[in-house]
């Protein structure tokens, strides 16, 4: 599958293959690895050959990634705030609306890009509201250990 993520104006800002691991009722997961230089976020570094487990909604204002090192071990959940997901048979688009959200391995959550998304004037009211919507539900999962969180160290 083809994986298309658009900044909130709809410009396209990045594209990439995946592969289909199972359709869920409200979506869809993926799986793909990083195929780009080597990116030191502060918090984590993503790595050539780091392996992506994307969850993807077609009813939910996030999605996730489960993210492991080459070698396996869990690195974290890189989970991006964004409008319920297209899908269809070839592709997946979904439209990033700023904030994010870092997972550490122990479960330890960091919000990210809150000044951008406050920043943001070109945000329709629908999705400033699917995007605080959205984040509660995340942070919601995330406190329940459910469907991607479930592999969590405590």
């Given at each position: 599958m083809l994986v298309i993520k658009l900044s909130p104006q709809g410009e396209e800002k990045i594209r990439y293959p995946a592969?289909?691991?199972?359709?869920?009722?409200?979506?869809?997961?993926?799986?793909?690895?990083?195929?780009?230089?080597?990116?030191d976020l502060g918090y984590t570094i993503f790595e050539p050959g780091d392996h992506f487990i994307?969850?993807?909604?077609?009813?939910?204002?996030?999605?996730?990634?489960?993210i492991a090192a080459a070698t396996g071990q869990r690195k974290g959940w890189y989970c991006n705030v964004a409008v319920p997901?297209?899908?269809?048979?070839?592709?997946?688009?979904?439209i990033d609306l700023l904030l994010d959200v870092w997972v550490a391995p122990d479960g330890l959550p960091l919000i990210?890009?809150?000044?951008?998304?406050?920043?943001?004037?070109?945000?329709?009211?629908e999705q400033r509201q699917g995007a605080r919507q959205g984040l509660q539900d995340l942070l919601a999962l995330l406190a329940a250990r459910?469907?991607?969180?479930?592999?969590?160290?405590l």
């Open positions: 592969e289909l691991s199972a359709r869920l009722e409200n979506g869809v997961m993926l799986e793909a690895s990083w195929q780009h230089a080597r990116r994307e969850y993807f909604y077609s009813d939910r204002w996030f999605n996730i990634f489960a997901a297209q899908i269809d048979a070839e592709q997946v688009t979904q990210l890009d809150e000044d951008e998304f406050a920043a943001d004037l070109t945000l329709t009211t459910r469907e991607a969180f479930t592999e969590l160290s």
